[in-house]
């Protein structure tokens, strides 16, 4: 059976963001489970705010174009997302909404499978974000989320300093569902 391909980001670009420290950690816990990743960063795929005017007169941004082709490259995408007053960043929403205008061709939002964790100095660890990236991917989208999810709560100490999680249980959190994400990536469904 060939390795589970699996694209890793995170919902932010900001310089020592939470999100990216839990994203590398994923893309390595990934890797040491035998998957086959790409770690990437939104900063490598600038887009416009999304504007319908905009794709008319110019059609879709080669950076979507990119990052599509990208999705479809893999089977399994995990999104490593902040908290934005109770939801999303602007950043993610954006990418999202500019993948999901690809028009005549695959959707990867149909044939990847979906693992989301968050990160939050708040107590919640970024939940809320979680609950609104999901309605979008599930609902907005028909994408497959699966249920399992880490929220890192406290996340400016959380980690360690060779990036790992300091809290054992929020690292087996992550495993399981990384493990889970890789099944579901190499099943036929």
Avoid at 5 to 33: D, W
Avoid at 64 to 70: D, Y
Avoid at 104 to 123: E, Q
Wanted: aromatic fraction near 6%; hydrophobic fraction near 45%; glycine fraction near 10%.
């Amino acid at each position: 059976m060939p390795r589970a391909r699996v694209l890793v980001f995170a919902g932010s670009t900001r310089s020592g963001a939470l999100s990216g420290k839990l994203a590398a950690i994923a893309a390595k816990e990934l890797a040491l489970l035998d998957a086959d990743v790409s770690l990437i960063s939104l900063s490598d795929y600038d887009m416009p705010i999304y504007n319908g005017d905009l794709e008319a007169r110019a059609g879709t941004p080669e950076a979507a174009r990119r990052l599509h082709a990208m999705m479809l490259a893999h089977r399994g995408v995990y999104i490593a997302t902040p908290e934005y007053n109770a939801s999303i960043p602007p950043l993610l929403k954006n990418t999202i909404d500019w993948i999901s205008r690809m028009k005549g061709s695959a959707d990867p939002f149909k044939s990847c499978v979906f693992a989301l964790g968050s990160t939050s100095n708040g107590r919640f660890g970024g939940y809320r974000g979680l609950m609104a990236l999901r309605q979008v991917l599930e609902l907005g989208l028909g994408a497959l989320v699966l249920p399992d999810q880490v929220a890192v709560s406290g996340a400016g100490t959380a980690f360690e300093e060779d990036g790992n999680l300091k809290d054992e249980k929020t690292g087996a959190m992550l495993r399981s569902s990384l493990r889970r994400l890789i099944a579901f990536a190499e099943a036929d469904v």
